[in-house]
C-alpha cells in the first residue's frame, strides 16, 4: 500500500528533524517546510499531501493562515502549539482542524491522532463528492423537469412520452439531455421575453 503523504511545517528545526525522521521511520512519506509560504509552495507544486501537520504560531504566516491557504488546495490539516490554549485551540476548530497535538510530541501518541485524522479527512472528501453529485442530480432533474412538462402542456403528451422526445433529440445530436433541456429553457426564456411590456 503506498505510504499516506505529509506535510510538516514548523519553524522549530529540532521539531522537523526529529518528528520527521520519527514519523518516516512510522512509514510516512513525508516533505518538510520551516515556514508557511514554503509548506503552500509544497503543497501546490507536488503532489497534494493527504494531510498537513501545521505549527500553529510561526512567524510570517501564522499555521493558522496556512490551514486557510491548504484548504484551497483540498489538504486538511492537523495543528501543533506548545500551547494546550482554548483560544489556539478554538482557532484550529475553526479552521476545520482534523487533530490538535501539544508539544513536546511523542510519536506512538501523535500516530493515533495523525491516523483518526486521515480517516476523518477521507470521510469528508466522500461526503463533499456525494453532495456535489447530488445537488448536480438535482439541478438536471430539475431542469429536465420543467421542460418535460412544457412538453407535455404544449404537446398534450403524457409525461413518458414528452421524455422520450427530450432524450430523442438529445441522442441525435449525441448530447446529454440536460444540455438539450438548458437550451429548450433558455429559448423559451427568450420567446416569452418578446411578449414582455416594455417598461
Known amino acids: 500500500m503506498k505510504a499516506k503523504k505529509l506535510l510538516l511545517v514548523d519553524d522549530d528545526g529540532l521539531v522537523l528533524a526529529t518528528f520527521g525522521k520519527e514519523l518516516r521511520d512510522a512509514g510516512y512519506s513525508v516533505s518538510l517546510a ?35 491557504g491548504l484548504k484551497q488546495l483540498g489538504v486538511p490539516a492537523v495543528f ?68 418535460v412538462g412544457m412538453l407535455m402542456e404544449r404537446h398534450k403528451l403524457g409525461r413518458d412520452d414528452a421524455f422520450e422526445l427530450l432524450r430523442a433529440k438529445a441522442r441525435s445530436e449525441q448530447r446529454k439531455v440536460k444540455s438539450v433541456a438548458d437550451e429548450a429553457l433558455n429559448a423559451w426564456e427568450t420567446f416569452n421575453q418578446l411578449f414582455e411590456p416594455k417598461k
Do not use: F
Open 80 to 147: 501543533l502549539s506548545a500551547y494546550d490554549d482554548e483560544e489556539y485551540v478554538k482557532q484550529a476548530v475553526d479552521q476545520g482542524a482534523l487533530g490538535y497535538m501539544v508539544k513536546p510530541i511523542d510519536v506512538n501518541k501523535a500516530i493515533p491522532t495523525i491516523e483518526a485524522a486521515l480517516k476523518r479527512a477521507k470521510d469528508l472528501s466522500y461526503y463533499e463528492e456525494t453532495e456535489k453529485r447530488l445537488t448536480g442530480a438535482i439541478e438536471t432533474g430539475s431542469i429536465v423537469n420543467v421542460v
Open 34 to 68: 520551516d515556514r508557511g509560504d514554503e509548506g503552500l509552495r509544497i503543497a501546490a507544486q507536488e503532489s497534494p499531501p493527504d494531510l498537513a501537520i501545521l505549527d500553529i504560531c510561526m512567524p510570517g504566516i501564522s499555521g493558522i493562515e496556512t490551514a486557510q
